[in-house]
């Protein structure tokens, strides 16, 4: 029997019903093994323990045969390769619980494996975005927030911009085709603020409301 965890979800990735007038433009969500080299540093992580792996065999070759030294380097090899999956098993589960989602009037990110949440990021909250796109064809697309926005880089991590804690930039990470996600934002996102301002003015005393 299929279950969904998120089949409470009116709208796959979206807490809510859109409000009339917003569509969405595209969903995505970020690569596991992507996601495991790049935030989780999978790769660094089993260097470490081959690096470990050859001190050992090295320390042990001077008293024992080449032979029984390479067998006293196999525990740190095989703690490396548990380490290794433990953390492509985290990537997976954050991958599977995640949605990334364009509109034509936001950025909407629900994130979180254990405890999760949605950001939403109207395009007027958004200063800068950018792209770092890889070989392969993905990449990460962090959004630079203006004015007095702020969300907390531990809680949203790792769908932030590394190393940005003061002013935490979240991002699209390690989705594939980044080039063209980052071209739909962009349309949307310049077609979003220049839309036009309409202000209301009240004839009976002459106050002026704004509104869009």
Same mark, same amino acid.
């Given at each position: ?22 569509? /969405? +433009?595209?969903?995505? *969500?970020?690569?596991?093994? !992507?996601?495991?080299?790049?935030? =989780?540093?999978?790769?660094? &992580? ?39 999956? /433990? +953390?492509?098993?985290? *990537?997976?589960?954050?991958? !599977?619980?995640?949605?990334?989602? =364009?509109?034509?009037?936001? &950025? ?105």
């Amino acid at each position: 029997m299929s279950h969904d965890d998120f089949n409470f979800e009116p709208i796959r990735g979206l807490p809510e019903q859109l409000p009339e007038g917003e569509h /969405i +433009l595209w969903q995505g *969500a970020p690569d596991p093994r !992507r996601l495991a080299r790049e935030a =989780l540093g999978v790769r660094w &992580v089993f260097a470490y323990f081959a690096l470990l792996a050859f001190w050992r065999v090295s320390v042990s070759s001077a008293d024992f045969s080449f032979g029984i030294a390479l067998m006293h380097g196999v525990p740190f090899v095989i703690s490396g390769l548990l380490a290794c999956a /433990i +953390l492509y098993g985290i *990537a997976y589960v954050q991958a !599977r619980s995640t949605v990334y989602t =364009l509109t034509n009037k936001r &950025v909407a990110m629900r994130i979180g494996a254990a405890l999760t949440m949605t950001l939403n990021l109207p395009y007027t909250w958004i200063g800068t975005a950018k792209l770092d796109l890889k070989s392969s064809g993905h990449g990460t697309l962090a959004f630079e927030l203006i004015g007095e926005t702020r969300i907390s880089y531990l809680m949203s991590w790792p769908h932030v911009r590394p190393w940005r804690m003061a002013r935490t930039q979240p991002a699209l990470r390690c989705i594939p085709d980044a080039e063209s996600v980052a071209r739909i934002f962009a349309e949307a996102a310049e077609t979003r603020i220049s839309e036009p301002r309409v202000t209301c003015v009240d004839q009976t005393d002459g106050n002026a409301v704004a509104a869009e």
